[in-house]
């Protein structure tokens, strides 16, 4: 009997990103290949990647080329590249001109495809690139390897109708659209009886779920997936500050599963630089949800994505932006250097920033967010929490897990924990990593 051949996928960028590998992964199994950990022996190698920010692409880039060596050795090995990059005007055939030993390219719109694409490589000899423009529909048959029990990701929507003007997202993943109410249902339902315990809902902007359709609103849909029956926690992301309404901040009051732990990314601190971005609202705006939010779920935690460096920022722009992460006290935050992305409305901003200057600036932000988490753990200490264990840290050797605020704590454990409720008592903070023991 011959063997079982394998996959291993290389994923770049964010959540939404790791959930399509998961996607990816799926297929691949319906084809008979079985997942591997080794890129060296995998007969399928996909690479899964990001524009989001130069650095990302470029790591891809990376990775890719120091495939030839290996596939110059295995010819048998297939190598496939898809999602964001080449969804790129052009960047298919760059990345094609530049890796001509790539077997399959696709985009983020036709990954569904997937597995047609490899069979079809299987039978001809030269390359299947094929990258298709939005064509508003979704996709709803995909059977996910789900890799993260006892937590999964449930898409709401795809695509994003904002033009931040840094953002490349919207030109590589297409105008927003919305999934029917009853297929999310379900497949929740589906989920917490299979024994996932933490569902999050993903979307560039949740908020604006339905928009446009007859469907029901994001607060309407968060609280009927909330009132399915079992014990799970509830998150969902990203939430654009500009549609977060008072009606979703009462639909966390009154729904235990919902966890009290919001990501609102700000982008900035100055209402100029929020202007330039397009983001539609300003730092008072931005308060004001955040106190609405508070005002209903007074223990709620924010965290929050900053960008430094933006075009035309200023010292003053900047420490505005220091002042506001103080003032709202973050429990985390994702930082980030500006990364000038073509074909986006901030490319052509004259005054683009020096990378000195950012470096200095993604230095000090990152110093305040560290020391505003280092503070709220100390503060931990003594307490008791309710985690929910996902994981063995193999150099801890410990088990760890989240609160519903989003905070890791690690303890010891004699039977394995992953997938339970555990309730800790806090015996050590350790800058962001808390430590407790079972009670
Ligand atoms: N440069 C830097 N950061 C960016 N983001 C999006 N586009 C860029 C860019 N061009 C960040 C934003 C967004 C997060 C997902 O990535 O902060 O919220
Ligand atoms: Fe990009 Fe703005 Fe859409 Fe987020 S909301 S994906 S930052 S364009």
């Given at each position: 009997m011959?063997?079982?051949k ?27 290949y ?7 022996s ?15 692409e470029?790591h891809?880039?990376?990775?890719i ?11 048998d090995?297939?190598?496939?590249v ?6 790129q ?11 001509p030993?790539?077997?399959v ?7 569904h ?37 006892p937590?999964?990701w ?6 994003c109708?904002?033009?931040c ?18 297929n ?20 560039q902007?949740v ?32 939430s ?14 009154r ?12 982008q ?50 900047f ?5 506001l ?29 020096p ?11 990152v ?25 063995f840290?193999k150099?801890?050797?410990?088990y760890?897990?989240?609160?519903e ?26 800058g962001?990593?808390?430590y407790?023991e079972?009670?």
């Amino acid at each position: 009997m011959s063997e079982q051949k394998s996959f291993h996928i290389v994923t770049y960028g964010c959540q939404m990103n790791v959930h399509e590998s998961e996607k990816i992964a799926g297929m691949l199994c319906e084809l008979g290949y079985k997942s591997c950990d080794e890129m060296q022996s995998a007969d399928v190698v996909v690479f899964n990647t990001c524009c989001i920010r130069e650095n990302a692409e470029n790591h891809a880039f990376g990775n890719i080329g120091m495939l030839k060596k290996l596939k110059a050795e295995k010819k048998d090995m297939i190598i496939a590249v898809g999602g964001c990059l080449p969804q790129q005007l052009g960047k298919a055939e760059n990345l094609h001109a530049k890796f001509p030993y790539v077997d399959v390219i696709f985009g983020t719109h036709n990954l569904h495809k997937l597995k047609e694409y490899i069979q079809l490589k299987r039978t001809q000899r030269k390359a299947v690139i094929k990258v298709e423009d939005d064509e508003g529909s979704i996709f709803e048959g995909d059977k996910p390897l789900r890799t993260s029990y006892p937590n999964a990701w449930v898409n709401i929507t795809y695509g994003c109708n904002n033009f931040c003007s840094y953002c490349i997202v919207p030109y590589v993943r297409g105008r927003e659209r919305s999934r029917k109410a009853e297929n999310i249902i379900a497949e929740v339902e589906e989920l917490v009886k299979k024994g996932y315990k933490e569902i999050t809902l993903l979307g560039q902007n949740v908020n604006s779920y339905g928009n446009g359709t007859n469907e029901l609103s994001f607060p309407e849909l968060l609280e009927k997936v909330a009132n399915i029956d079992g014990k799970f926690r509830l998150r969902f992301m990203t939430s654009h500050p500009k549609d977060f309404s008072e009606e979703l901040a009462k639909v966390i009051a009154r729904n235990p599963k919902i966890c009290h732990c919001v990501h609102l990314p700000v982008q900035s601190g100055s209402d100029e630089i929020l202007k330039a971005m397009n983001r539609k609202y300003t730092v008072e705006d931005y308060i004001k949800k955040i106190e609405i939010l508070k005002k209903h779920v007074p223990d709620c935690t924010v965290t929050t994505d900053l960008i430094v460096g933006f075009p035309n920022e200023s010292e003053e722009d900047f420490e505005a932006t220091l002042n506001l992460v103080k003032k709202v006290g973050y429990s985390s935050a994702f930082t980030f250097v500006y990364s000038k992305r073509d074909g986006t409305v901030a490319a052509k901003m004259p005054n683009q920033i020096p990378e000195e200057v950012s470096k200095v600036r993604i230095m000090k932000l990152v110093e305040l967010v560290n020391s505003l988490t280092r503070d709220q753990s100390s503060g931990y200490v003594g307490k008791t929490v309710e985690i929910l264990c996902e994981d063995f840290d193999k150099k801890k050797k410990l088990y760890c897990g989240r609160d519903e605020y989003g905070r890791m704590s690690y303890f010891e454990s004699n039977n394995n924990a992953i997938g339970e409720f555990v309730t800790l008592k806090i015996t050590k903070a350790n800058g962001i990593s808390l430590y407790g023991e079972r009670v």
